[in-house]
């Protein structure tokens, strides 16, 4: 895979799970409570998986630690 595109799914993974660490309510900076449900109904979508793949990442293990990763 090229480099640029690694880089580009590993970023939309990295937001991914700095959107559900914020909680459902934001964080109240850069992260909206919007963002969290975005982050959130994303995970559990093909697309999620086939950013896991390209990384070569177990979706289900990777949804599983970024689920667990909410703040309370």
């Known amino acids: 895979m090229d480099p640029q ?3 580009l799914v590993a970023a939309v ?3 991914t799970y700095r959107d559900l660490a914020s909680g459902p309510r934001g964080n109240g900076h850069d992260v909206s ?3 969290y449900r975005d982050a959130r ?6 697309w999620f998986d086939t ?9 289900e293990e990777t949804r599983r630690v970024f ?6």
């Open 5 to 7: 595109l690694r880089a």
């Open 13 to 15: 993974l990295q937001r």
């Open 33 to 35: 409570a919007k963002d």
């Open 41 to 46: 109904a994303f995970v559990e979508t093909g």
């Open 51 to 59: 950013l896991c793949e390209c990384l070569n990442l177990d979706a």
């Open 67 to 72: 689920l667990a990763s909410k703040a309370s």
